[in-house]
């Protein structure tokens, strides 16, 4: 079987190593009974566990809550009769973002380094690691207003994919649950793949101000400072992040992802070949 070819492109398709791309449990997989907050912390709205009793005056934009009905619409190749328990109603995401205090956002497919793009973006006064960050934005899987900065990383899909599925089933099981924001989404490396696609799509495809699309080759290359400079507008250090080289390859594709891969090879190939902004 012939396989599919990735460039690198002198090394400017990166992935960073386990131990860069590798999440704390602690920040970033929470599991239920660690994402139970006490109530008097978070006024925890005890039918969802989401956080902030919902404030309509300050939704603005997203005024009605997400039902079931909205997501399967906003992810259309998602088949309809899948049942779902949803992680965040988009009018739960600006009340936490102000609760939090958040300034910024970073979302990812997973698989792109955003921890590691987490540590310097931290290190420059922004603090974006929190409760309803690890537990749905880091992997939202629609374009949402949160009134605040968002950075959109992404990183060649088949590279994403092959980093989640080696941190193990449970990251694997986790990421497909953000990425479709259903806690009983069907598990597969496809349902993975789509949900990947679909993100891409809603994210990266409209140009939008308060959205910095950044392939993750761009964090270890000199221009990405004056970008990060631009849209953020503020001065930044740390930036171009330094590479190291990575410890795994490619040669975990299996016959069966392979086919796979072959089947989503025009999807895989839009987002590898997606435009650069300077």
């Given at each position: 079987?012939?396989?599919?070819?990735?460039?690198?492109?002198?090394?400017?398709?990166?992935?960073?190593?386990?131990?860069?791309?590798?999440?704390?449990?602690?920040?970033?997989?929470?599991?239920?009974?660690?994402?139970?907050?006490?109530?008097?912390?978070?006024?925890?709205?005890?039918?969802?566990?989401?956080?902030?009793?919902?404030?309509?005056?300050?939704?603005?934009n997203n005024k009605e809550p997400c039902t079931i009905i909205d997501i399967q619409n906003e992810n259309?190749?998602?088949?309809?009769?899948?049942?779902?328990?949803?992680?965040?109603?988009?009018?739960?995401?600006?009340?936490?973002?102000?609760?939090?205090?958040?300034?910024?956002?970073?979302?990812?497919?997973?698989?792109?380094?955003?921890?590691?793009?987490?540590?310097?973006?931290?290190?420059?006064?922004?603090?974006?690691?929190?409760?309803?960050?690890?537990?749905?934005?880091?992997?939202?899987?629609?374009?949402?207003?949160?009134?605040?900065?968002?950075?959109?990383?992404?990183?060649?899909?088949?590279?994403?994919?092959?980093?989640?599925?080696?941190?193990?089933?449970?990251?694997?099981?986790?990421?497909?649950?953000?990425?479709?924001?259903?806690?009983?989404?069907?598990?597969?490396?496809?349902?993975?793949?789509?949900?990947?696609?679909?993100?891409?799509?809603?994210?990266?495809?409209?140009?939008?101000?308060?959205?910095?699309?950044?392939?993750?080759?761009?964090?270890?290359?000199?221009?990405?400072?004056?970008?990060?400079?631009?849209?953020l507008k503020k001065p930044l250090k740390g930036f171009p992040i330094a590479y190291k080289q990575p410890?795994?390859?490619?040669?975990?594709?299996?016959?069966?992802?392979?086919?796979?891969?072959?089947?989503?090879?025009?999807?895989?190939?839009?987002?590898?070949?997606f435009p650069i902004t300077r």
């Open positions: 079987m012939e396989f599919l070819e990735i460039s690198d492109n002198n090394n400017e398709e990166m992935q960073v190593d386990e131990e860069e791309m590798q999440v704390d449990e602690e920040e970033m997989q929470v599991d239920e009974e660690e994402m139970q907050v006490d109530e008097e912390e978070m006024q925890v709205d005890e039918e969802d566990n989401l956080g902030l009793i919902e404030d309509e005056d300050e939704i603005e259309n190749k998602v088949d309809n009769t899948i049942k779902k328990k949803l992680i965040m109603p988009i009018s739960k995401i600006r009340p936490l973002i102000k609760q939090f205090k958040m300034k910024l956002c970073v979302v990812s497919y997973g698989g792109s380094a955003t921890n590691t793009l987490l540590d310097v973006l931290e290190k420059n006064g922004y603090s974006i690691r929190c409760v309803p960050y690890a537990k749905s934005f880091c992997h939202f899987p629609t374009y949402v207003n949160m009134g605040i900065p968002i950075i959109y990383l992404y990183s060649h899909p088949i590279k994403s994919l092959l980093s989640v599925k080696r941190r193990g089933p449970k990251i694997w099981k986790v990421n497909q649950q953000k990425l479709t924001n259903n806690l009983e989404t069907p598990l597969s490396d496809e349902n993975l793949l789509q949900a990947m696609i679909n993100q891409f799509n809603s994210w990266a495809t409209v140009p939008r101000k308060d959205v910095l699309v950044l392939k993750m080759r761009e964090l270890f290359d000199p221009s990405v400072l004056p970008k990060l400079t631009r849209f410890k795994s390859s490619l040669n975990s594709i299996t016959p069966a992802l392979q086919k796979l891969f072959d089947k989503y090879k025009n999807d895989i190939d839009k987002i590898d070949n």
